[in-house]
């Protein structure tokens, strides 16, 4: 009878994860005070209640680097393999240019739209 090396693996892998459990358990201090049940606000001591509202103008600057993060997530594959000899066909070149091409426009639209609505500018 043979021991399949997954199943030696996720044993090892439990074994691991209960001692460190463990260990973290016993080695830990018990002793409760006010300062360590004090939430850790980048070591600055938190002042007034957590649950204020943000401004919407944080979502949307968050929402448009996403955006424009994802942008790049598109533009760096194509621009290594598009001009690369093994990259892209030759046939295709030119109609993924036009792809490409086009998706930069969206996005320029996009930001001029953002820019209009003064999301860049702080009051």
Request: aromatic residues 16%; charged residues 15%.
């Amino acid at each position: 009878m043979t021991i399949s090396p997954l199943l030696v693996y996720i044993v090892i892998l439990i074994g691991f994860v209960v001692t460190n459990l463990i260990l973290a358990y016993v080695a830990s201090p018990h002793k409760k005070s006010a300062v360590k049940e004090m939430p850790y606000e980048s070591g600055m001591d938190p002042i007034g209640d957590a649950r204020q509202p943000f401004d919407v103008k944080f979502y949307v600057v968050a929402i448009l680097f996403l955006v424009f993060d994802v942008e790049l997530l598109f533009l760096y594959p194509w621009a290594v393999a598009a001009y690369a000899s093994d990259g892209l066909p030759q046939e295709l070149r030119g109609t993924v240019f036009v792809v490409m091409l086009s998706f930069m426009a969206t996005l320029v639209i996009a930001y001029i739209y953002a820019w209009r609505k003064g999301v860049f500018r702080w009051r």
